[in-house]
């Protein structure tokens, strides 16, 4: 049987990752999506081994120690990381993964697993980005300010991805992500 492949989709916060994912995951239920581990605590209505495993700092450090992640970041003072176990198990079984993680995380994925497939995702501008980050009514004005910087910088870097997709328009970018999965 042949192996399935990894797909990382990254980019900075607020570029539209999430919504990517779930409209992907609709349209092809073949791939599966990673859950990751994460030290935040849970937001309303998420759901235990479904949004995230919830774990304490403890318990995330064991993990790394033991080597049992894939990659692993620390984002605005939480770490959050992917179990290996899970995805390799996928994998050697011929099914398609599915990353959705920050760019310090994507980078590692170069080492643990050359053969993945990066995909960085791009605000059609930075201007957008700030409308967008505000229109989540998620966070203060002083950590808008530290995600647009961070994202410059991000953005700065996307050549190091193997693919470049600018979200502008929803549904492009969602035909434009399936023929690079699919017909790649
Ligand atoms: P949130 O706290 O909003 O769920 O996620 C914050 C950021 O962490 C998002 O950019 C998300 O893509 C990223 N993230 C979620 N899971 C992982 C993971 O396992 N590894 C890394 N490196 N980033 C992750």
Redesign the pocket.
């Known amino acids: 049987m042949q192996n399935g492949k990894l797909i990382v989709l990254t980019g900075p ?1 607020g570029v539209g ?1 999430g919504t990517l994912v779930r409209s992907l995951l609709q349209r092809h239920p073949e791939l599966v999506l990673s859950i ?3 030290t ?1 605590s849970p937001r309303k209505g998420e759901v235990e081994a479904k949004s995230y495993y919830f774990v304490d700092r403890e318990k995330f450090q064991q993990m790394v120690k033991a080597g049992e992640l894939l ?3 620390e ?2 003072g ?1 770490f ?3 179990p290996r176990p899970p995805v390799m198990e996928k994998i050697n079984m011929g099914e398609s993964v599915l ?4 760019v ?3 980078r590692q994925i170069k080492q643990t697993f050359p053969d993945a497939l990066r995909v960085f995702i791009l605000p059609p501008s930075i201007a957008e980005l700030e409308k967008r980050l505000r229109g989540r009514e998620q966070d203060s004005d002083e950590a808008i300010a530290k995600r647009l910087q961070l994202a410059n910088k991000e953005i700065e870097e996307a050549g190091e991805f193997d693919v470049q997709v600018v979200n502008d328009d929803l549904e492009s970018t969602l035909q434009n992500l399936a023929s690079i999965l699919f017909d790649g």
């Open positions: 916060s990752k990751s581990v994460t935040r990659e692993w970041a984002f605005a939480n959050y990381g992917t990353l959705e993680i920050e310090q995380g994507a």
